[in-house]
T-cell receptor, first 110, second 115 residues
Framework: GQNIDQPTEMTATEGAIVQINCTYQ??????LFWYQQHAGEAPTFLSY????GLEEKGRFSSFLSRSKGYSYLLLKELQMKDSASYLC???????????FGSGTKLNVKP | GAGVSQTPSNKVTEKGKYVELRCDPI?????LYWYRQSLGQGPEFLIY????????DSGLPNDRFFAVRPEGSVSTLKIQRTERGDSAVYLC?????????????FGAGSRLTVL
């Protein structure tokens, strides 16, 4: 199985930078994913890391260290619309399952 | 279709009743997943289909839960003798198969309330 931990809630100011951390313990690993979920809506894909390092995608970046079982999602130039839950997910080796963390609720204040 | 479609969007039922939840995946996506999400939690894996067959049903909580995908497209999640603890949002997702399965596209979910 998988154990995925991320903070429950974070608050940041519009225009600032925020880093959401995720640690995981897995029996098999084939990729770390970040999804965004607005309240009452479906999760939507943000980023994917399978190799160590930083993946940048506009205002969003995601980092992975496989040896440490650690990832983070970095959000720059925060906007009010970034207020949402951010889900860290690990895909296991056989591609069948994606295990999700409980999500980090990000509150962006003016 | 353009996205993953789930019906009904909301279902209220009484304890002990039978419910069916339907998922219509993105055309061409051979992989289909069912997840369950309770308030304040992340999605919990239930079952995965590759084509018509249930390739992995290890997440189904007990034998009251069953899912089918007879023609490799639309899938139905069936819950017998519903219990209050089954109340949750049931999410369906589809993707390309194998190593192309980098992105799960989720439907809006079916919110099930068992009274």
């Amino acid at each position: 199985g998988q154990n995925i931990d991320q903070p429950t809630e974070m608050t940041a100011t519009e225009g600032a930078i925020v880093q959401i951390n995720c640690t995981y313990q897995t029996s098999g690993f084939n990729g770390l994913f970040w999804y965004q979920q607005h309240a009452g809506e479906a999760p939507t894909f943000l980023s994917y890391n399978v190799l160590d390092g930083l993946e940048e995608k506009g205002r969003f970046s995601s980092f992975l260290s496989r040896s440490k079982g650690y990832s983070y999602l970095l959000l720059k130039e925060l906007q009010m619309k970034d207020s949402a839950s951010y889900l860290c997910a690990v895909r296991e080796t056989n591609f069948n399952k994606f295990y999700f963390g409980s999500g980090t609720k990000l509150n962006v204040k003016p | 279709g353009a996205g993953v479609s789930q019906t009904p969007s909301n279902k209220v039922t009484e304890k002990g009743k039978y419910v069916e939840l339907r998922c219509d995946p993105i055309s061409g996506h051979t992989a289909l997943y069912w997840y369950r999400q309770s308030l304040g939690q992340g999605p919990e894996f239930l079952i995965y289909f590759q084509g018509t067959g249930a390739a992995d049903d290890s997440g189904l909580p007990n034998d009251r839960f069953f899912a089918v995908r007879p023609e490799g497209s639309v899938s139905t999640l069936k819950i017998q003798r519903t219990e209050r603890g089954d109340s949750a949002v049931y999410l369906c997702a589809s993707s390309l198969a194998g190593s192309g399965a980098n992105v799960l596209t989720f439907g809006a979910g079916s919110r099930l309330t068992v009274l």
